[in-house]
Each structure stands twice: as C-alpha cells, then as structure tokens.
C-alpha cells in the first residue's frame, strides 16, 4: 500500500520543483552576444549567508568565443539579456556586476572564483550549459556540477547539491583566484531591478 501511495505522490512532488524553461529569440540572443577579449577563464559565483556561512545560490560564468552566465534555478534577470533555460547572454562587465549586486546584500556576500581555461574547455562548457536544460529550483549547485563533470580540468568536482561544497572543491582548483562581494545593504532587490531595468547602456 505504501509503495502505491509514494508513486502516486512522487510525479505531484516531481510537478511541484519542476523548471520554468524560457526560450529568447534567435536575433535578441545574437544581438545580445558578447566576446569580453580576455584569456578564457570559469568563474564560480557562491552566495553565502552571513554569518553562518550556509550556501544560498550557485551560477557559473563562462568566458569564451562569447560570456554567458549559466544560472540554474536563479531568479535574477535583465531586460537586455536575453535567456535560454537558464543560460543568459550578453554578460557584459555592467551585468556581471549587476549580477553580483543583486545577490550580495546585508545577509549574504558573493564568492567570485575564477580559474583559466583553453579555449577548447570554455567552448565545451558553454555547449554543455545550453543543452543542460531549465533547472528545477535548489538544484542549482547540482546543474553546475552536472555542466563541469567529465570536462578537462574539472574531473575532481565531482556531484553535490551544496553551493558550499561546490565552492571548496573548487577552490581546490590550479590557478584559481577568489575574490568575495559584499554589499551592506538592506535584503531588498526592488531598487536593483529598478536600475537595471532602466539602464540602457553597456
């Protein structure tokens, strides 16, 4: 009876956590693609609860022919990146660090991990964020893990559901900078959101 009872729950609780995929338009994701010019590179962004340093969110960027942001199961946005199932085009320095801005706040800061890579990787990388997928929500460290494993370089990440515990094997990483964003203000995005949206310029 009880085994009958979980397979009747199990595709409600599956429905319930279940991605919210979007899809931008072929011209607004060429339009909006953006090669930084720098040497290709990974970053880790982990937002942190301050002061007991739980894991709050986990997105990746990758710098490569082009600088997207893969952000599984994440709430930010702008009107000027347009977004494909979690991957967001167009990172430009000013969305990076709206990006940024956005998550840091009175009770979390943002780790900023960043470790080069070929050519060859950032490609891979930015191929396998956008076959990934919409994430379904509180799996956002599980999708990174999903999009690193298997790729050179990143064979010791390994699987996780904890952002913490993505950061610290990736801090474990050769050559790997850190660098963590805080923000003293108050825990409201309203007045971010308002800027970004009226922000036209890149």
Not at 7 to 16: I, Y
Not at 73 to 101: C, L, Q, S
């Amino acid at each position: 009876m009880l085994r009958h009872l979980i397979w009747l729950v199990l595709p409600l609780a599956l429905a319930a956590c279940g991605a919210e995929p979007k899809w931008a338009p072929d011209e607004q994701v060429r339009a909006a693609a953006y090669h930084s010019g720098n040497p290709p590179s990974v970053t880790l962004f982990t937002v942190v609860g301050i002061p007991r340093g739980q894991g709050g969110h986990s997105g990746l960027m990758i710098d490569g022919s082009e600088r997207i942001m893969f952000d599984p199961a994440g709430t930010w946005y702008h009107p000027n990146v347009p977004e494909r199932n979690d991957v967001h085009f167009g990172i430009t320095d000013k969305m990076k660090a709206f990006y940024i801005d956005y998550h840091a706040r009175e009770t979390y800061f943002v780790r900023e991990q960043k470790v080069p890579v070929s050519p060859e990787v950032a490609e891979m990388l930015i191929q396998r964020a956008e076959a990934h997928g919409a994430a379904p929500k509180a799996f956002c460290a599980s999708a990174v893990t999903d999009v690193l494993s298997g790729v050179p370089g990143f064979e010791g990440i390994g699987r996780t559901f904890s952002p913490i515990s993505l950061s610290k094997r990736f801090a474990e990483l050769p050559g790997v900078t850190s660098k963590d964003n805080y923000d003293g203000d108050p825990a409201n995005h309203t007045d971010v959101l308002m800027v970004q949206a009226t922000d036209r310029r890149r």
